[in-house]
């Protein structure tokens, strides 16, 4: 890895580049905090106008899970740094443009592992041991009412590949019908042409965690850091609502969950941040559920929080820059705002002078160009002197915006 430590103005010969696979709201803060150090961004998504392209020196509309569609724009840019914003990317081109001595953030392995639910569960439990819930796989339907059968009712069928919730199905009957049903829905919502899914049993949470655990040159060696963990609550809903930090849990509930997060950083290699997904269940069971490697949408509290937000740490240790492990400065929490509305171009984003009339609230609007339902198009986030104020804030503030056509 080559490490930074003087910056050409972008657009210039021999200035420090990167190229952002995948553009969504979390690169778009990505991009700013890299051209706040003179590096010079390119966004690429399979969409046009994806958010950070809006703030980004060139931009590219392809077909991310083309294999040749995305070593031709990666060798065409030839950026310093490649850094992948979602998972659903080809992996393949990945790794050979990994071998061909692109450095890749974290590294292909870890977009590879995951970005596929299957192989997640299987490094998290076979190669780190982490307790998970349980869980089976299944490839047909026939699979899936034994998988069910097995890890008992309820439970949740997840496609092999997806994110943010897309696909997942409760299944409370154990009638076949019922299993058949969701098990055709995760298929229909599957990135890619996979039918495999992954069986979950189903658990009453008291609690999420996103543990932002990272990896980054410190002198000659790679070192691991972990933030203070960020909790999370989604309403019953497969993607977040709320997020704040500091935690409030107990400390051995915390020092376990941080523990998970360091062993799967350090597993996965490489360096760069990841948004690791921990469980705290109501009969006190911590259990890993998944990760990011990259920033996660539940850390974009710490805009607010941190003394360097997760988008400056990961653009830090993907340019070998100094990341040291940052403080909380402020209580603060996050509600994330989304629309119902179908196919709605240019949405109007309104209740913005009310919302930031409230004390210590900061909104962030992503620009997307359409909507589509249960699309995120902003976020509130609020500081206080305390959670429980910040998060009175920022919920107070998010019933004051709507999204119209």
């Not at 931009?59 to 659903?88: C, F, H, L, Q, W």
């Not at 965690?209 to 019953?236: F, K, M, N, S």
């Not at 249960?374 to 004051?400: I, Y």
Request: glycine content about 8%; aromatic content about 6%.
């Amino acid at each position: 890895m080559k490490i930074r430590d003087c910056a050409r103005s972008p657009m210039f010969e021999d200035s420090v580049k990167i190229l952002l696979l995948g553009s969504g709201e979390l690169g778009k803060e990505v991009a700013i905090e890299a051209q706040r150090l003179g590096v010079e961004v390119v966004a690429v998504d399979r969409y046009d106008w994806a958010p950070a392209m809006h703030v980004a020196h060139r931009r590219y509309v392809i077909d991310m899970m083309n294999s040749g569609a995305v070593k031709s724009v990666i060798r065409r840019e030839r950026p310093d740094v490649v850094i992948p914003e979602i998972e659903a990317i080809s992996t393949d081109a990945l790794e050979e443009l990994e071998s061909e001595g692109y450095l890749v953030v974290p590294n292909a392995r870890s977009v590879k592992i995951s970005m596929n639910r299957l192989e997640l569960r299987k490094f998290a439990t076979r190669d780190l041991g982490l307790p998970t819930t349980r869980f089976e796989f299944a490839e047909n339907p026939e699979d899936a009412v034994y998988a069910c059968e097995k890890v008992g009712f309820p439970c949740l069928i997840k496609p092999e590949m997806s994110s943010s919730g897309h696909g997942h199905a409760k299944v409370s009957s154990p009638s076949k019908d019922s299993v058949v049903k969701a098990y055709n829905y995760a298929v229909s919502h599957s990135r890619g042409r996979s039918r495999r899914v992954i069986v979950e049993e189903f658990v009453d949470l008291a609690l999420e965690y996103t543990v932002l655990a990272y990896r980054h040159l410190d002198g000659e060696r790679v070192a691991t850091e972990v933030c203070d963990p960020i909790e999370q609550w989604r309403y019953g809903e497969y993607h977040y609502i709320e997020s704040w930090q500091p935690p409030r849990s107990d400390p051995g509930v915390l020092k376990r969950v941080t523990e998970i997060a360091r062993r799967v950083a350090d597993g996965l290699g490489g360096v760069g941040l990841f948004g690791v997904e921990v469980f705290l269940t109501r009969d006190g069971r911590v259990l890993f559920s998944e990760v990011a490697p990259r920033p996660h949408d539940t850390g974009l509290v710490t805009l607010v929080t941190q003394e360097l937000s997760e988008f400056a740490i990961h653009v830090r240790a993907s340019l070998g820059l100094p990341a040291p492990r940052p403080r909380v400065i402020s209580p603060g929490a996050s509600v994330a705002i989304y629309t119902d509305l179908d196919n709605v171009w240019s949405p109007k984003i309104c209740g913005l002078r009310e919302a930031l009339g409230v004390p210590g609230v900061d909104i962030r609007v992503f620009g997307k160009p359409s909507t589509y339902p249960g699309r995120r198009v902003a976020v509130v986030l609020a500081r206080g002197d305390s959670v429980e104020e910040a998060l009175g804030k920022a919920r107070a503030a998010a019933k004051l915006v709507s999204i119209r056509a």
